[in-house]
């Protein structure tokens, strides 16, 4: 069982229109609402592809109760625990002329300490016959940048490898609880250790206590510096298509290989598929079942492109 | 009683960024969201100065919920039909750098036969002892043009008085089932009759069936094409501010004058106080206590200005 968190959950709203005008209004020809936030683009990722997976979340008022009937209706495990707040919203416009988005991102409600320490609970029950903890995404207002160091703190003590996809201060704090794996993007490595090149940034925040940095470096591709070594893995040919949530399926290729036994070379080239066939698909935790399949890593003798040692 | 229809109600949200960037990325500063559309913010205004109103309306699955508890919140009373689609959103995009609203809004639900059916149910008990209906906005996918027509016809039989804002072939529609009063503005009288001059305009929908014409000319104030003469009734200066409601106060106004039986012209009068305070707040539904109090018609002798007849 892969358990996912995502402490600041959102209702995703989708609006299409012919075109953005800035202060005009705008008759919307299509409307998709779904729940997301990233672990729980991760958990919707996961259970596409048949792995056992648990969505844990906060959740709040009747956004909370559509981000929940949107789980249901798609068949993912949920645990949500209540928070007094209303859940957030995030609201995406695209614009059917260029393809373009435009993305408007409420805060989240603040989370009291009575509902971080019944979320803290409901993890340590969890974490009995999980094989992967995945923490995912911003903190909402009122936790302290170490709740995912907290979480993945329990995870270490009960033997369960922790995946921590964060950025900032709650990035800082977690590598040094000992994460099994992050995966920064180049902006997000940069930021946290002031060195301008991935790979001395990646081995600066192994220093600091990251078993394994797998960075998302956008057409690049991905950089993995492992205990097994270090890896480069890029995709086939240059994307066009919409990047939201291709990095939370390289997160979700990262423990399904962790949670099946798979190396590192496998990982990684499961992980470009699934975030490749993700940038074809129109929202994130969706991705393009056709273009996975095609690109996913076959066993030896297939002619998948594999990744090379750097 | 006076019962005010809303055949496409909203969730209307509304989002506060710094500045509207297309295709970027917005961290919302500021997140409202309210029960809307032109009936409901009718209600809400009439509600707020003291008359007994109800609210009808569509309501459909979780957005629907949020509608109905933000009703009950602000002690709105309502009796709320069921549809099985999901009731529709509007996003409200407001630029804290230039104070402009971009606009969002979701088409609504196809309502179904069955559904409309129940609705003109309850509007029919709701007459014996209301003293007007109002009936106002957009028609949802689904219903006849003849929908207000047939509203405003039950309403005659029963002997109460109709108030009817609506456009295009709604509004044609709604004229010849005879409403007392249409409030169409400048762009909307010239479509629904081909006549560019509002006078003209007004005086060819009287002949086509409604008893008196408000006309809202923006700017321009108030012309009234009424039994008991013409009129016109302007702002006392300039307005800056949100002009989103200000027609929806227009009528609750027009509604109070028929329910407590004052002349057109301190109707007018009222109306022109009543949109101008609504102007200078900041959502539909709302208005400036102050300014109302200011502006508003007082009893002979007062210095308040009074419409002239045309």
């Known amino acids: 069982m ?34 997301g936030g990233k672990g729980v683009n991760v958990a919707r990722v996961l259970h596409a592809l048949g792995l056992p ?42 614009d059917l002329g260029s393809g373009d988005a435009t993305v408007f991102n409420e805060a989240g409600p603040a989370v009291s300490g009575a509902e971080w320490q019944a979320l803290r609970e409901q993890v340590h029950r969890l974490l009995t016959g999980a094989s992967v903890l995945v923490l995912s995404g911003s903190l909402p207002p009122g936790l302290p940048d170490t709740a995912y160091a907290q979480l993945a703190g329990a995870a270490a003590r009960a033997g369960v490898p922790v995946i921590l996809d964060a950025a900032g201060p709650p990035l800082r704090a977690g590598v040094a609880a000992g994460p099994d794996v992050i995966k920064p993007n180049a902006s997000e490595l940069a930021e946290a250790t002031g060195l301008p090149d991935p790979l001395a940034a990646a081995e600066a925040l192994r220093a600091a206590g990251a078993r394994a940095v797998v960075a998302s470096l956008g057409p690049a591709g991905l950089l993995a510096v492992t205990p097994d070594g270090t890896f480069r893995a890029e995709p086939p040919a240059p994307l066009a298509g919409n990047p939201t949530g291709a990095g939370d399926s390289v997160v979700a290729a990262i423990a399904a290989g962790i949670h099946t036994g798979t190396s590192w070379p ?27 399949h095609r690109l996913a890593p076959r066993p030896a003798g297939s002619r998948t492109p594999t990744p090379h040692p750097s």
Chains 1, 2 share one sequence.
């Not at 402490?7 to 020809?29: E, G, K, M, Q």
């Not at 008022?61 to 995030?90: F, K, M, Q, W």
Request: glycine share 6%; proline share 3%; aromatic share 4%.
């Open 53 to 94: 997976t648990v969505a844990v979340a906060f959740r709040g008022g009747l956004t909370g109760a559509a981000v929940a009937a949107d789980l249901d209706r798609h068949g993912i495990a949920h645990r949500l625990v209540d928070t007094a707040g209303e859940s957030r919203r995030t609201f995406t416009v695209v």
């Open 266 to 292: 496998h990982r990684l080239a499961d992980a470009v598929a699934l975030s490749t066939a993700t940038v074809k698909a129109p929202r994130a935790g969706q991705f393009d079942a056709d273009t996975y």
């Open 2 to 35: 892969i358990v996912t968190v995502t402490l600041n959950p959102a209702l995703d709203i989708t609006h299409t229109v012919a075109s953005l005008v800035p202060h005009s209004s705008h008759r919307v020809t299509d409307v998709a609402a779904q729940a």
